[in-house]
């Protein structure tokens, strides 16, 4: 079910980065970084059932959603995703968070 709903998000992800402004799809923190990080999140969640490294492997994919938790809201930031779709992505990663509650200075 894990696998799935990571499948899920990543294609969900790939349909939105489609639809980056071209400055933000390939920059630093843009678009590829997002799916490089969801891809290897599926590396790890595959590799951690068959080999039993569950503890090891779950480490670095809770490591990699929190670096796409704060891609997402950089996205969001830059205006590249709304808030709605932010929202999708950040409950996925992390339960109840939603980005529309961080604060803002």
């Known amino acids: 079910m894990v696998l799935t709903k990571t499948y899920d998000l990543l294609l969900w992800y790939v349909q939105q ?29 595959t590799i951690a059932r068959p080999q039993g490294e569950n503890r090891r492997q779950l480490q670095k994919v809770n490591l990699r959603l929190e670096v796409l938790r704060i891609q997402t809201w950089f996205a969001k930031d830059l205006q590249c995703l709304k808030c709605k779709s932010c929202g999708f992505a950040v409950q ?5 968070t939603r980005p529309q509650a961080r604060a803002t200075a």
């Open 17 to 45: 980065i489609g639809r980056f402004p071209r400055q933000h799809r390939y920059s630093l923190v843009g678009g590829e970084r997002i799916k490089k990080h969801l891809f290897r999140v599926m590396e790890w969640l």
């Open 92 to 96: 996925w990663t992390h339960g109840d």
